[in-house]
């Protein structure tokens, strides 16, 4: 049976949820699944807003069927072509032979790369700012490349104020019947962030590009096309958030330890350095072993939180795999403008620290609080007065950074 409900007046949500999906991009954790939502239009002219990924195919196209009810589709607009949002685009051909593929000149290029059908004639090529008529509602194209595909554009509904986001202000999740953000007690905002920080995140500047179009828009509704979709309140909330993460703004002041440890030796170094910045008054911390923690949610607690301190012994010569390669995804996304203490172990042939800050120091305005503390195999109670120096530097730099 369908699952559909009328989000705006004319305006349906047609999409649905996936909670046997194991890993998101075949990388992310999906502890609690995750949503593909799609939209469809009803004026005198319909007009559908994306499709969905093809785990949910059947349920998606007995929604389109059941809104449509007879009705031809007279447009399908494709703000994203990643195949968990563009699965269904050939069968929707198939099914509606006449329907306009709404898009812009990227989005037709990568069309054809992942299809073999040939839609060109049916396509509509949109630019930046043209509008679009359904009848009594007008669809505007915004263009939003890189977020966080090069063909990327989102769509203002212009009678109403909705904004069809693509990929932008989504979330890992799947519903569990409510689809908006003000229904329910707990949006789960740390699997939003988590969403933005590592699908998103490297391209903060690009958001900030259409966070600033954004800005003209007299905003009702943002429905994205992952999780929740906001309105009311809820839209500054979102927004003030996608503004922080995009300019790699900390939400919070505080700690993220995060450590690798063969033997425990250096688990119990970082342990120690914890309690000295408690003992300090130190509140907000947060601690991770990254073989443990995979390296998504780790990532997504960088990004709330001012500093940071990595902790990590010598491996084969080189630093130990996980904390190398946590790091170099820190790299890639593109982090910055934390505080960075690093800790490192070995016990004949000392790499870790010198990898760590290697990394740390490749990364635009990340402050190194103090030069790396290294230990020889194990932390000896004769070193606990260079650790009290490492820990007051942290402190002071933490004291430094909270709001006065």
Known sequence: MHCVQEIAPGVFWVGGSDRRLELFENMFPLPNGVAYNSYLIMDEKTALVDTVDRSISNQYLQNITHVLGGRPLDYLIVNHMEPDHCANIEEIARRYPDVKIVGNKKTFQLMEQFYEMDLKPNYLEVK????????????????APMVHWPEVMVTYEVSQGILFAADAFGSFGAFSGNIFADEVDDIHIDEARRYYANIVGR???????????????????????????????????????????????PEKTGVVFVYASMYGNTENAIQVLANKLAQRGIRDMQMYDVSKTHASYIISELWKYSHAVFAAPTYNMHLYFNMDALLKDISVLGLKNRKVALLGNFSWAGKAAASMKEYITSLQNMELISEPFDIRSALKSEREQELDALA?????????????
Request: with cysteine; charged share 25%; glycine share 8%.
């Open 203 to 249: 391209y903060g500047p690009q958001v900030q590009a259409l966070l600033k179009k954004a800005q003209g828009l007299d905003l009702k509704m943002i429905c994205s096309l992952h999780g929740y979709i906001w309105r009311g309140e809820m839209i500054p909330y979102i927004v003030d958030l996608y503004d922080k993460w995009s300019r790699y703004e």
């Open 128 to 143: 930046e700012g043209e509008e679009l008529s359904l009848g009594q509602k007008t669809l505007r194209f915004i263009m």
């Open 392 to 404: 007051d530097a942290i402190y002071a730099s933490v004291k430094a950074s909270m709001p006065q």
